[in-house]
């Protein structure tokens, strides 16, 4: 009789070609790259507070759980004028180029076109969590932790310290949509990762008090979620033009855009592949 696990097993045995050929479309149907590991030292999100005095957050050592399928690409204006054109995906304020990135796109904008590609394509697509943002991202993640600088006499040394930082790694951005592929490619094979086009996850907004007697107070916020790129923005999730307002201290994002990774299920998450 045979088990789940002699199934296992002997599929397992396949050659990978022979599987992939079998039981799955080529790797690059969809635009789509399958991450199969990655680690990084991953600066935990959100607001830290240490008897009311801010205070960078944690670093911890991350890795993929298991294999992650990422968008290659930016979603682009043309895809996105699709689900406008199937009366799924609200019009956006501004115009732009089919072939460019999407920009001037908030949270809720860039969770109906998810919605609408896993309704067309009858696959699960949705927005990466910042976590998962962060392993993709690889050499292009920037850590947001600019100063050490705690004053609780004087909150602004801080402020100022980060939005220097901040405006020193962005003075020479231009704000303009760019090409595909104009910011690079990194490690994992995913485009433009950290160019002028901010990206949505779906990690809210999160703060973290410990108070003076050891207790830490932990308040979650989604209608603010991340927002990644040359540097990791705190943003209110009605928001299309980030210079209109943002929940973080710094300079707030250029353009923002969307990347969507893919649930995998079914025999491929039986198998781990």
Request: proline share 7%.
């Amino acid at each position: 009789m045979l088990t789940s696990s002699s199934i296992k097993a002997a599929l397992i045995g396949l050659s990978a070609l022979t599987a992939a050929q079998i039981f799955f479309p080529p790797p690059d149907d969809s635009g789509a790259v399958r991450i199969r590991a990655a680690s990084l030292a991953y600066r935990e999100p959100g607001e830290f507070l240490h008897h009311g005095t801010p205070v960078n957050g944690p670093l911890r050592d991350i890795k993929l759980q298991a294999p992650l399928t990422i968008m290659r690409n930016q979603v682009t204006r043309g895809e996105y004028d699709q689900c406008i054109a199937d009366g799924t995906c609200p019009t956006l304020d501004i115009t732009g180029k089919p072939e460019r990135p999407v920009t001037g796109v908030n949270y809720d904008d860039a969770v109906a076109y998810a919605n609408w590609l896993s309704a067309k394509t009858g696959e699960r697509w949705r927005l990466p969590t910042d976590r998962e943002w962060a392993l993709a991202a690889g050499s292009r993640y920037k850590d947001d932790a600019y100063t050490e600088v705690s004053d609780p006499n004087n909150p602004s040394k801080r402020w100022i310290a980060t939005y220097t930082a901040e405006s020193q790694g962005q003075k020479q951005i231009d704000s303009t949509p760019m090409p595909i592929g104009h910011f690079g490619i990194n490690e994992h094979g995913l485009a433009d990762l950290s160019g002028n086009v901010w990206e949505w996850t779906s990690t809210c907004y999160i703060r973290h008090h410990v108070k003076p007697d050891g207790q830490t107070q932990v308040t979650e916020n989604c209608g603010v979620r991340v927002a990644e790129g040359s540097h990791r923005a705190l943003m209110v999730g009605f928001i299309r033009d980030p210079k209109a307002g943002a929940c973080s201290v710094g300079v707030p994002p250029t353009n923002l855009g969307i990347r969507l990774v893919r649930d995998e299920g079914g025999l491929r998450r039986w198998l781990g592949l």
